[in-house]
């Protein structure tokens, strides 16, 4: 692919417009993530998990700055123009002057990237490390010797420097195969068989949304976490609930409850849950800093956390134990005699959760971004790149020296040893060489620059593979004992906390180089205990990336993906001598691969087609028996682009028994038959594959799943023969033998007693009285709100709104009467609403009225009475597109049931329509309609009518299987020019 890049100049508008960009961390998630992939605003609500507006918005920032282009469409099952995104592949430098050299010389050696840094030249974008030495770790002794550590260096080699700050990603454990992914248990009960959290090894355990120790589970819904008495699900019950803000994790330990809770600092609560009605908080203790993650081996819990350092004022965290603060003092605090950008204060705490007893220690390192955890070890890493000076000098030594003549090359040399900073150096050699370059003329500068830019090339491929390193410092865990080991590094950066493993003494770690250049290679490096490389495979699919590892006993299997998967199985039985034995390449790429058994490796991922584009879900079974020649022998593809599933982002979210034959995915649909989210069952088999048992889903029927998170299943465990499902609102409970729904809880619900805004995205309110009112009574001020009326009444004055949507969108409303209002129900400029199940009667204007917006769905109401003051229908619809008006009663309005005015695409479909004064279905200036199944009888006029002004009369309508009886005017009326251009066929007039 042809990279890009622009030369901004430092007065342009623009380079304000890139550093407002750059300075706002949503846009900067965003490009990072397209970066890596295309995707469509739904899939970057979902992956980044935000909400869909903020994504719009920001999107169209970044496509006006010309970062993101629209790469591609495709239809959605509604028929709407769905955009796929994709990262510009362009580099910006912002310089104070632009010239033809810095042109050509830029097409030949920057990466992607953006640079937000306003340098007098260029901003090079690496921050490369001096090889770290492994000296014993130190400790400062005083506030003041860490301010000048600090000072000294985070100084002139960060100059202009890029870090690539890689997300947190999660921890990773190691152990051996028979740990796999998966761990069942039993409980106290001996006979009780049942699910734990799906973790990479056996008796590591990882925190999580969702627990159970095989009797009850514990789980956290919004600010709550909930104790249930899950089994057996006949006599299941909520038990108890502890509300607290910024609940994470949790983690279960007999009959300790472990919390994790970020409110701007970490804290770690720990229960005594032996009565489950009455948890009782025993120990609280608080870490200044951001959470990272944790781990339980056996009854110690260890808990990683950074505190930002301010160079200038670095103050150490605090940890504080019930209340009583502990300042940790300068001298406490370890560190390492090597530069780094983006120092932190990383914390290490291990908490014997039975005893109540807590240690800690706190090291002055890089910002770490992935960890992984063994039963024994702790491996912190974090990814650093080239430095300005060091790109600079080795430019200058090996492309620059050996081309210029003596003269040239001897002023350079003058300008490197000089102490001018870096920037004014950069300067000088700009000067020198395009100097040296405009004094030739005809072949011998044409021989020239040929030349330069063929080093340029050279000298680019060969930093791409060192451009980046993988720090990593191994530090030993024995229960409360943390003891520091020792540092070692690779080239390239790591996917995830899978990219890592410990195995025999070793430790393995999978890497790609050329994020930044785009020259793509892959290379598995094999260390000993001491953090020395002692064996590697390298270059392995040049042009390509990880898309996920997963490393097993002596085996290690890897997925790179461009075009296609290639699968390689790599022998890892001599760490000395790792080597590629075998390698398949298939469409598609596996994001997740998992272990079935010892020859057998389950991978998930989508489906891709020839040009490398996403698709649907797939589902793959390797066989890797004979490791020279692995194969794809089952696989399955699972709906079309667009589709997700929460485990290509958390393993965690999988579910799988070998011994139950069992697989359980969280799949969010999409197809050309239908949108779907829920949990996909099937039994799996080396004789017949994947097959799919059933599907469960927590939205109720018709709802459309696009247009809300809440009950979308996110876990799923088992207990016996029962199948456990969570989402954020609800545990469903299943029978594993035939999918047959038990029983099931809402969960997370916000009482209503009394009027108000419902602005807590993602809030089910649940209203628990009737209510008189002369005021809008519900105001919608967030996204994805469920508001169950729960089959009380709102009653008004005849003023104002019943409820109220003003933009937001995804609101569900349900089962309640709203009487007496002005309008019952209104939605202003807001989509993607669901109406169902309510009783909407006697208000002034409409029953129902939305204004622009679209895609919301009005079913199953019993709508009479309304507009008697002032109002076109019961239901009307003004410049709303693509609605679903479907299954409603609509009767006795003092105007038309339906009107459908300048709005187009919607469908009105098995309406009962009757005793209306005026028409039954009434569009005006609207076209692209359909009119199906409805029966239209007693309206005092038109049946159905379709007109307009002149010139403006609806169009391209579809009326057809309708009943029509009685209605007092006539049945069906086209007015103007509408006969002309509207399908009516096989409506039966009575």
């Given at each position: 692919?042809?990279?890009?890049?622009?030369?901004?100049?430092?007065?342009?508008?623009?380079?304000?417009?890139?550093?407002?960009?750059?300075?706002?961390?949503?846009?900067?998630?965003?490009?990072?993530?397209?970066?890596?992939?295309?995707?469509?605003?739904?899939?970057?609500?979902?992956?980044?998990?935000?909400?869909?507006?903020?994504?719009?918005?920001?999107?169209?920032?970044?496509?006006?700055?010309?970062?993101?282009?629209?790469?591609?469409?495709?239809?959605?099952?509604?028929?709407?123009?769905?955009?796929?995104?994709?990262?510009?592949?362009?580099?910006?430098?912002?310089?104070?002057?632009?010239?033809?050299?810095?042109?050509?010389?830029?097409?030949?050696?920057?990466?992607?990237?953006?640079?937000?840094?306003?340098?007098?030249?260029?901003?090079?974008?690496?921050?490369?490390?001096?090889?770290?030495?492994?000296?014993?770790?130190?400790?400062?002794?005083?506030?003041?010797?860490?301010?000048?550590?600090?000072?000294?260096?985070?100084?002139?080699?960060?100059?202009?420097?890029?870090?690539?700050?890689?997300?947190?990603?999660?921890?990773?454990?190691?152990?051996?195969?028979?740990?796999?992914?998966?761990?069942?248990?039993?409980?106290?009960?001996?006979?009780?068989?049942?699910?734990?959290?799906?973790?990479?090894?056996?008796?590591?355990?990882?925190?999580?949304?969702?627990?159970?120790?095989?009797?009850?589970?514990?789980?956290?819904?919004?600010?709550?976490?909930?104790?249930?008495?899950?089994?057996?699900?006949?006599?299941?019950?909520?038990?108890?609930?502890?509300?607290?803000?910024?609940?994470?994790?949790?983690?279960?330990?007999?009959?300790?409850?472990?919390?994790?809770?970020?409110?701007?600092?970490?804290?770690?609560?720990?229960?005594?849950?032996?009565?489950?009605?009455?948890?009782?908080?025993?120990?609280?203790?608080?870490?200044?800093?951001?959470?990272?993650?944790?781990?339980?081996?056996?009854?110690?819990?260890?808990?990683?956390?950074?505190?930002?350092?301010?160079?200038?004022?670095?103050?150490?965290?605090?940890?504080?134990?019930?209340?009583?603060?502990?300042?940790?003092?300068?001298?406490?605090?370890?560190?390492?005699?090597?530069?780094?950008?983006?120092?932190?204060?990383?914390?290490?705490?291990?908490?014997?959760?039975?005893?109540?007893?807590?240690?800690?220690?706190?090291?002055?390192?890089?910002?770490?971004?992935?960890?992984?955890?063994?039963?024994?070890?702790?491996?912190?890493?974090?990814?650093?790149?080239?430095?300005?000076?060091?790109?600079?000098?080795?430019?200058?030594?090996?492309?620059?020296?050996?081309?210029?003549?003596?003269?040239?090359?001897?002023?350079?040399?003058?300008?490197?040893?000089?102490?001018?900073?870096?920037?004014?150096?950069?300067?000088?050699?700009?000067?020198?060489?395009?100097?040296?370059?405009?004094?030739?003329?005809?072949?011998?500068?044409?021989?020239?620059?040929?030349?330069?830019?063929?080093?340029?090339?050279?000298?680019?491929?060969?930093?791409?593979?060192?451009?980046?390193?993988?720090?990593?410092?191994?530090?030993?865990?024995?229960?409360?004992?943390?003891?520091?080991?020792?540092?070692?590094?690779?080239?390239?950066?790591?996917?995830?906390?899978?990219?890592?493993?410990?195995?025999?003494?070793?430790?393995?770690?999978?890497?790609?180089?050329?994020?930044?250049?785009?020259?793509?290679?892959?290379?598995?490096?094999?260390?000993?205990?001491?953090?020395?490389?002692?064996?590697?495979?390298?270059?392995?699919?040049?042009?390509?990336?990880?898309?996920?590892?997963?490393?097993?006993?002596?085996?290690?299997?890897?997925?790179?993906?461009?075009?296609?998967?290639?699968?390689?199985?790599?022998?890892?039985?001599?760490?000395?001598?790792?080597?590629?034995?075998?390698?398949?390449?298939?469409?598609?790429?596996?994001?997740?691969?998992?272990?079935?058994?010892?020859?057998?490796?389950?991978?998930?991922?989508?489906?891709?087609?020839?040009?490398?584009?996403?698709?649907?879900?797939?589902?793959?079974?390797?066989?890797?028996?004979?490791?020279?020649?692995?194969?794809?022998?089952?696989?399955?593809?699972?709906?079309?682009?667009?589709?997700?599933?929460?485990?290509?982002?958390?393993?965690?979210?999988?579910?799988?028994?070998?011994?139950?034959?069992?697989?359980?995915?969280?799949?969010?649909?999409?197809?050309?038959?239908?949108?779907?989210?829920?949990?996909?069952?099937?039994?799996?088999?080396?004789?017949?594959?994947?097959?799919?048992?059933?599907?469960?889903?927590?939205?109720?029927?018709?709802?459309?799943?696009?247009?809300s998170k809440s009950f979308s299943i996110k876990r799923s465990l088992y207990i016996n023969d029962i199948l456990y499902t969570l989402s954020k609102n609800k545990i469903m409970?299943?029978?594993?033998?035939?999918?047959?729904?038990?029983?099931?809880?809402?969960?997370?619900?916000?009482?209503?007693?009394?009027?108000?805004?419902?602005?807590?995205?993602?809030?089910?309110?649940?209203?628990?009285?009737?209510?008189?009112?002369?005021?809008?009574?519900?105001?919608?001020?967030?996204?994805?709100?469920?508001?169950?009326?729960?089959?009380?009444?709102?009653?008004?004055?005849?003023?104002?709104?019943?409820?109220?949507?003003?933009?937001?969108?995804?609101?569900?409303?349900?089962?309640?009467?709203?009487?007496?209002?002005?309008?019952?129900?209104?939605?202003?400029?807001?989509?993607?609403?669901?109406?169902?199940?309510?009783?909407?009667?006697?208000?002034?204007?409409?029953?129902?009225?939305?204004?622009?917006?679209?895609?919301?769905?009005?079913?199953?109401?019993?709508?009479?009475?309304?507009?008697?003051?002032?109002?076109?229908?019961?239901?009307?619809?003004?410049?709303?597109?693509?609605?679903?008006?479907?299954?409603?009663?609509?009767?006795?309005?003092?105007?038309?049931?339906?009107?459908?005015?300048?709005?187009?695409?919607?469908?009105?479909?098995?309406?009962?329509?009757?005793?209306?004064?005026?028409?039954?279905?009434?569009?005006?200036?609207?076209?692209?309609?359909?009119?199906?199944?409805?029966?239209?009888?007693?309206?005092?006029?038109?049946?159905?009518?379709?007109?307009?002004?002149?010139?403006?009369?609806?169009?391209?309508?579809?009326?057809?299987?309708?009943?029509?009886?009685?209605?007092?005017?006539?049945?069906?009326?086209?007015?103007?020019?509408?006969?002309?251009?509207?399908?009516?066929?096989?409506?039966?007039?009575?």
């Amino acid at each position: 692919m042809t990279k890009k890049f622009d030369l901004i100049d430092f007065g342009e508008d623009k380079a304000k417009d890139i550093a407002e960009i750059m300075s706002n961390k949503t846009c900067r998630k965003m490009l990072d993530f397209l970066k890596e992939k295309e995707a469509t605003e739904t899939e970057i609500s979902e992956r980044l998990d935000m909400a869909l507006s903020t994504v719009h918005y920001n999107l169209q920032k970044l496509v006006k700055a010309k970062l993101v282009d629209i790469k591609d469409f495709y239809w959605s099952p509604k028929g709407n123009k769905v955009h796929i995104y994709k990262a510009i592949n362009k580099t910006l430098i912002i310089t104070h002057k632009k010239s033809v050299y810095l042109e050509n010389k830029l097409k030949m050696i920057l990466p992607l990237i953006i640079i937000a840094s306003l340098l007098v030249i260029l901003s090079v974008l690496f921050l490369y490390p001096q090889t770290i030495e492994k000296d014993q770790v130190k400790k400062f002794n005083s506030l003041d010797e860490i301010k000048n550590f600090l000072r000294e260096n985070s100084a002139e080699s960060l100059m202009g420097t890029y870090n690539s700050n890689i997300p947190i990603r999660g921890v990773a454990v190691a152990g051996t195969f028979s740990g796999s992914s998966y761990t069942s248990g039993v409980s106290n009960e001996k006979t009780v068989d049942f699910s734990k959290t799906n973790i990479q090894v056996e008796g590591v355990d990882e925190a999580d949304i969702i627990k159970s120790d095989g009797k009850y589970i514990y789980t956290i819904s919004g600010n709550k976490v909930i104790i249930v008495d899950a089994y057996p699900a006949e006599n299941s019950k909520i038990l108890s609930e502890i509300e607290l803000n910024g609940i994470n994790k949790i983690l279960i330990n007999d009959n300790r409850l472990i919390v994790f809770v970020i409110d701007g600092k970490t804290s770690v609560l720990i229960y005594d849950v032996a009565d489950k009605k009455n948890p009782v908080l025993e120990n609280n203790i608080s870490i200044e800093g951001n959470y990272l993650d944790s781990r339980m081996i056996k009854d110690y819990v260890y808990v990683i956390s950074s505190k930002t350092v301010e160079i200038d004022n670095p103050v150490p965290p605090i940890y504080t134990i019930n209340g009583i603060e502990n300042a940790v003092s300068p001298n406490e605090i370890y560190y390492f005699d090597f530069p780094d950008k983006s120092y932190v204060f990383t914390s290490i705490t291990s908490i014997n959760i039975k005893e109540n007893k807590f240690e800690n220690k706190v090291y002055l390192i890089g910002s770490t971004s992935n960890i992984y955890v063994s039963p024994e070890n702790i491996y912190l890493t974090y990814t650093k790149s080239i430095s300005t000076k060091e790109y600079f000098e080795r430019f200058v030594e090996e492309v620059l020296i050996p081309l210029l003549p003596s003269s040239e090359s001897e002023a350079i040399k003058n300008i490197i040893n000089s102490d001018e900073p870096i920037y004014e150096k950069m300067r000088g050699v700009e000067e020198i060489v395009e100097n040296y370059s405009n004094s030739l003329t005809g072949n011998e500068k044409a021989k020239f620059d040929e030349e330069f830019m063929n080093k340029l090339v050279e000298f680019d491929k060969k930093l791409s593979k060192e451009s980046e390193k993988t720090v990593i410092h191994k530090i030993n865990l024995n229960e409360l004992d943390i003891k520091y080991k020792t540092v070692g590094e690779v080239n390239g950066h790591i996917l995830n906390q899978f990219s890592m493993d410990e195995y025999g003494g070793y430790f393995r770690i999978a890497t790609t180089t050329g994020r930044w250049t785009g020259e793509n290679l892959n290379h598995i490096y094999v260390l000993n205990e001491g953090l020395d490389i002692v064996g590697s495979v390298e270059d392995l699919a040049e042009g390509e990336k990880i898309y996920s590892v997963r490393f097993l006993m002596d085996k290690g299997y890897l997925v790179t993906f461009r075009q296609t998967d290639p699968f390689f199985v790599v022998d890892l039985s001599i760490p000395e001598n790792p080597k590629v034995t075998g390698e398949l390449k298939i469409p598609g790429y596996s994001n997740y691969l998992h272990p079935y058994d010892e020859n057998h490796v389950i991978g998930i991922g989508k489906e891709a087609d020839e040009n490398g584009r996403f698709q649907g879900i797939k589902m793959a079974l390797f066989d890797v028996s004979d490791v020279k020649n692995p194969k794809e022998i089952y696989d399955i593809i699972i709906g079309e682009r667009g589709t997700e599933s929460e485990v290509l982002n958390d393993h965690k979210a999988f579910l799988f028994d070998k011994e139950k034959n069992l697989l359980v995915l969280p799949i969010n649909l999409v197809s050309q038959d239908q949108n779907f989210q829920g949990a996909y069952v099937y039994e799996l088999t080396l004789e017949k594959g994947f097959k799919l048992n059933g599907i469960i889903s927590h939205y109720e029927d018709e709802e459309n799943i696009s247009f809300s998170k809440s009950f979308s299943i996110k876990r799923s465990l088992y207990i016996n023969d029962i199948l456990y499902t969570l989402s954020k609102n609800k545990i469903m409970f299943n029978s594993l033998n035939d999918l047959k729904k038990i029983k099931e809880f809402e969960i997370d619900e916000i009482l209503l007693y009394d009027c108000g805004s419902l602005n807590i995205e993602g809030g089910f309110y649940k209203l628990q009285n009737d209510i008189s009112t002369s005021k809008t009574c519900f105001v919608i001020e967030a996204n994805n709100v469920i508001l169950d009326l729960n089959g009380h009444i709102l009653f008004g004055n005849g003023s104002e709104k019943g409820i109220y949507i003003p933009t937001f969108g995804s609101t569900i409303i349900k089962n309640g009467k709203i009487l007496n209002f002005a309008e019952g129900i209104e939605s202003y400029q807001s989509s993607g609403n669901i109406i169902k199940n309510n009783t909407i009667n006697n208000n002034r204007h409409q029953g129902i009225y939305l204004f622009r917006g679209g895609e919301n769905k009005i079913y199953k109401n019993n709508i009479s009475g309304n507009s008697y003051d002032y109002g076109f229908g019961e239901i009307e619809l003004d410049g709303s597109d693509n609605n679903l008006i479907q299954d409603n009663s609509i009767e006795n309005g003092n105007e038309d049931g339906i009107h459908v005015f300048n709005s187009n695409n919607n469908i009105l479909i098995n309406n009962h329509i009757k005793n209306n004064k005026n028409l039954g279905i009434d569009l005006n200036m609207a076209s692209n309609n359909i009119v199906e199944n409805n029966i239209i009888e007693k309206n005092g006029a038109y049946g159905i009518y379709v007109g307009g002004g002149i010139g403006m009369e609806g169009k391209n309508n579809v009326i057809k299987n309708n009943t029509l009886l009685e209605n007092q005017r006539g049945t069906i009326e086209l007015t103007g020019t509408s006969g002309n251009f509207n399908i009516v066929i096989s409506n039966i007039i009575l």
